[in-house]
């Protein structure tokens, strides 16, 4: 039986627009934004709606509390709104608006040659942003020589539709038209995330989804720029994700349109736990692709702002530093930029074996970057020997001192080629602080500080075919399949490394579970441990798994400081551990309450 719907012939004609933002710049965000009205033709639209807080950027953090800032999207909406004169068109765009000591998140309703309205969004997406509740009584605003009210109401009615801003809260439903103002990063997750708040594909009526792009920061997420009009269930306008330019989409609804067949009911899936939960096991390629593309897209916007055309970046052979090399290849051909302005360092060291420095120079030579190698022996040796260390002591203090030493090398490169120095680290690596604090803990831009270290393996190969074919995929796999070490002790007999990090740590994929089960769901060492066994039997012992476990909450506890003064770089996951805007924790937290939960945590005699 097909779908039948009733309608009265109400069409609307709605359009969208994600501008070119820059943040903080409102002067050009109005030039961006009177343009798309201009191009639009606002005689033949009767909504037009731009994202929340597009006159100043929705980045802003505490920039928002700036009365410059304040006052000049102000000035720029009284410029903004004469656009609408003599047109039937409604605009709504977003800008912060204070109210004594307070700061909102605005949302101004332009139409007939003035501002009509001024809302609240339903809630502040930045902590800079005062909520609702503190709104005094009768809020006004001054406006263009004139007191406007603030309302404080999310709805309203407008000529025969009824408008609904923000998500679709209980008893909404009968909503002619559900506008969603958002600001959503772009995240590659194994499974989709749960619908928070609605979900337009089973929904009566019209949806509006309209969100930030991907000119904001991105400090430390990469926003998406998702635009899509709905309308009953079906899609009828997108517009494509993850672009700097501004974009524009257009439909014609009906809100009073309604489908006479009941849309199906969301079922959830509750399966076992995954093994290793950060990769997709029904489309891993889907996630790859969009993995590769936000990282790419997150150094190409600092690379836009900063106005620099060169990378450097320590290229050591090894699975992170080769990613990293690959999102910079993505990145510069997006830009149309030309990679020999990707300088790849190879700095060998006491501990650097050939086996490393023929994967990273074919690495190199595949993606036609230019290539260096600087050897850090000399200078290590003269530093040691300033601070008195003794010849021969290879301890902490011999290892630190190289990866110092390498990022000394990459940032005074950078200054001498006005270039930005690309980190390499990855989201394992930044929970356990396996790095030297201003080491390679240390970048002006890390790509990888979403990806945890099973996952990155994976997408390495993927965006090795992806980029380079299958001589790309054959590299890289040779890359992913060496073992992880970080190359800092002298070589032994044979030219290679006796260090391997895993035997430090315990496995990778074990380290990769209880992040994402520990911290990313909060579960109780006891339930971890439990999930752990069950999913890892064939492979550890429980004594296996539960030193590995108390190395996970041991070092995840006491590197919270490397964390604390994390470089930017985006959000790829569900879970982040920057400090900004993901995993707020003191450096000087204790691990003692989850250490002694491992401590009591039993194994029956037999499985040992």
Same mark, same amino acid.
């Given at each position: +039986?097909?779908?039948?719907?009733?309608?009265?012939?109400?069409?609307?004609?709605?359009?969208?627009?994600?501008?070119?933002?820059?943040?903080?710049?409102?002067?050009?965000?109005?030039?961006?934004?009177?343009?798309?009205?201009?191009?639009?033709?606002?005689?033949?639209?009767?909504?037009?709606?731009?994202? $929340?807080?597009?006159?100043?950027?929705?980045?802003?953090?505490?920039?928002?509390?700036?009365?410059?800032?304040?006052?000049?999207?102000?000035?720029?909406?009284?410029?903004?709104?004469?656009?609408?004169?003599?047109?039937?068109?409604?605009?709504?765009?977003?800008?912060?608006?204070?109210?004594?000591?307070?700061?909102?998140?605005?949302?101004?309703?332009?139409?007939?040659?003035?501002?009509?309205?001024?809302?609240?969004?339903?809630?502040?997406? %930045?902590?800079?942003?005062?909520? %609702?509740?503190?709104?005094?009584? /009768?809020?006004?605003?001054?406006?263009?020589?004139?007191?406007?009210?603030?309302?404080?109401?999310?709805?309203?009615?407008?000529?025969?539709?009824?408008?609904?801003?923000?998500?679709?809260?209980?008893?909404?439903?009968?909503?002619?038209?559900?506008?969603?103002?958002?600001?959503?990063?772009?995240?590659?997750?194994?499974?989709?995330?749960?619908?928070?708040? !609605?979900?337009?594909?089973?929904?009566?009526?019209?949806?509006?989804?309209?969100?930030?792009?991907?000119?904001?920061?991105?400090?430390?997420?990469?926003?998406?720029?998702?635009?899509?009009?709905?309308?009953?269930?079906?899609?009828?306008?997108?517009?494509?994700?993850?672009?700097?330019?501004?974009?524009?989409?257009?439909?014609?609804?009906?809100?009073?349109?309604?489908?006479?067949?009941?849309?199906?009911?969301?079922?959830?899936?509750?399966?076992?736990?995954?093994?290793?939960?950060?990769?997709?096991?029904?489309?891993?390629?889907?996630? !790859?692709?969009?993995?590769?593309?936000?990282?790419?897209?997150?150094?190409?916007?600092?690379?836009?702002?900063? $106005?620099?055309?060169?990378?450097?970046?320590?290229?050591?052979?090894?699975?992170?530093?080769?990613?990293?090399?690959?999102?910079?290849?993505?990145?510069?051909?997006?830009?149309?930029?030309?990679?020999?302005?990707?300088?790849?360092?190879?700095?060998?060291?006491?501990?650097?074996?050939?086996?490393? $420095?023929?994967?990273?120079?074919?690495?190199?030579?595949?993606?036609?970057?230019?290539?260096?190698?600087?050897?850090?022996?000399?200078?290590?040796? +003269?530093?040691?020997?300033?601070?008195?260390?003794?010849?021969?002591?290879?301890?902490?203090?011999?290892?630190?001192?190289?990866?110092?030493?390498?990022? /000394?090398?990459? +940032?005074?490169?950078?200054?001498?080629?006005?270039?930005?120095?690309?980190?390499?680290?990855?989201?394992?690596?930044?929970?356990?602080?396996?790095?030297?604090?201003?080491?390679?803990?240390?970048?002006?831009?890390?790509?990888?500080?979403?990806?945890?270290?099973?996952?990155?393996?994976?997408?390495?190969?993927?965006?090795?075919?992806?980029?380079?074919?299958?001589?790309?995929?054959?590299?890289?796999?040779?890359?992913?399949?060496?073992?992880? %070490?970080?190359?800092?002790?002298?070589?032994?007999?044979?030219?290679?490394?006796?260090?391997?990090?895993? #035997?430090?740590?315990?496995?990778?994929?074990?380290?990769?579970?209880?992040?994402?089960?520990?911290?990313?769901?909060?579960?109780?060492?006891?339930?971890? !441990?439990?999930?752990?066994? #069950?999913?890892?039997?064939?492979?550890?012992?429980?004594?296996?798994?539960?030193?590995?476990?108390?190395?996970?909450? $041991?070092?995840? !506890?006491?590197?919270?400081?490397?964390?604390?003064?994390?470089?930017?770089?985006?959000?790829?996951?569900?879970?982040?551990?920057?400090?900004?805007?993901?995993?707020?924790?003191?450096?000087?937290?204790?691990?003692?309450?989850?250490?002694?939960?491992?401590?009591?945590?039993?194994?029956?005699?037999?499985?040992?």
């Amino acid at each position: +039986m097909q779908n039948e719907t009733d309608s009265t012939g109400s069409n609307l004609h709605l359009a969208m627009v994600i501008p070119e933002v820059r943040v903080a710049d409102v002067a050009f965000n109005r030039a961006q934004i009177q343009n798309a009205l201009a191009s639009l033709n606002p005689s033949n639209s009767d909504w037009i709606i731009f994202p $929340r807080l597009c006159l100043t950027g929705a980045s802003c953090g505490d920039l928002f509390r700036q009365k410059l800032l304040q006052d000049a999207a102000l000035q720029a909406l009284t410029e903004l709104a004469p656009l609408t004169a003599g047109t039937p068109s409604k605009v709504l765009l977003g800008l912060p608006l204070a109210v004594g000591e307070e700061v909102f998140d605005g949302v101004a309703l332009l139409s007939g040659g003035q501002v009509e309205v001024l809302m609240l969004a339903p809630w502040p997406d %930045s902590p800079a942003l005062s909520p %609702s509740v503190l709104l005094p009584v /009768q809020p006004q605003v001054k406006l263009g020589g004139r007191s406007l009210p603030l309302n404080a109401s999310h709805s309203f009615r407008f000529g025969e539709v009824e408008i609904l801003l923000g998500h679709q809260p209980p008893g909404a439903a009968g909503a002619d038209l559900l506008i969603n103002l958002i600001d959503l990063p772009a995240l590659a997750p194994a499974v989709e995330l749960p619908q928070t708040a !609605f979900d337009p594909a089973t929904r009566q009526g019209v949806t509006v989804i309209c969100s930030a792009g991907a000119s904001e920061s991105t400090t430390d997420q990469v926003f998406s720029g998702k635009a899509e009009i709905w309308q009953n269930g079906h899609c009828l306008a997108a517009a494509p994700e993850l672009t700097f330019e501004t974009q524009i989409i257009q439909a014609v609804v009906d809100p009073a349109a309604k489908i006479s067949v009941p849309f199906p009911q969301t079922v959830i899936e509750h399966g076992q736990p995954a093994r290793f939960p950060f990769i997709s096991t029904k489309a891993p390629e889907k996630q !790859f692709a969009r993995l590769l593309e936000i990282q790419s897209s997150g150094l190409m916007r600092r690379l836009l702002h900063t $106005r620099q055309r060169k990378v450097i970046l320590g290229l050591s052979g090894g699975a992170d530093s080769s990613q990293a090399l690959l999102v910079c290849c993505r990145a510069f051909d997006r830009l149309g930029l030309e990679r020999k302005d990707i300088l790849t360092i190879y700095m060998p060291g006491p501990g650097s074996s050939l086996s490393s $420095r023929e994967r990273s120079t074919s690495l190199a030579d595949l993606a036609g970057v230019t290539q260096r190698t600087i050897p850090i022996g000399p200078a290590i040796s +003269m530093h040691l020997e300033d601070i008195d260390h003794p010849e021969g002591i290879h301890d902490v203090t011999f290892e630190n001192a190289q990866a110092r030493e390498r990022t /000394q090398i990459l +940032m005074d490169l950078a200054n001498q080629q006005n270039a930005l120095v690309v980190g390499t680290g990855d989201l394992s690596e930044i929970a356990l602080g396996w790095c030297t604090f201003n080491g390679d803990h240390m970048s002006m831009y890390n790509v990888n500080c979403g990806l945890p270290k099973t996952l990155l393996l994976r997408l390495l190969v993927w965006a090795g075919r992806f980029l380079f074919g299958q001589a790309g995929e054959a590299i890289a796999q040779n890359i992913a399949r060496a073992p992880i %070490s970080p190359e800092l002790l002298p070589l032994d007999e044979t030219g290679e490394t006796p260090q391997k990090t895993e #035997e430090v740590l315990g496995p990778y994929e074990l380290h990769d579970f209880f992040l994402f089960y520990a911290i990313g769901r909060q579960m109780t060492p006891d339930q971890v !441990f439990g999930l752990a066994v #069950e999913c890892f039997q064939d492979d550890y012992t429980p004594a296996q798994i539960l030193t590995t476990l108390k190395t996970f909450y $041991r070092r995840f !506890f006491s590197q919270q400081f490397k964390r604390s003064a994390s470089p930017d770089g985006p959000q790829l996951l569900g879970l982040s551990l920057s400090p900004r805007a993901g995993w707020r924790m003191p450096s000087d937290a204790s691990g003692a309450l989850w250490l002694e939960a491992v401590k009591k945590i039993k194994i029956p005699g037999n499985q040992v």
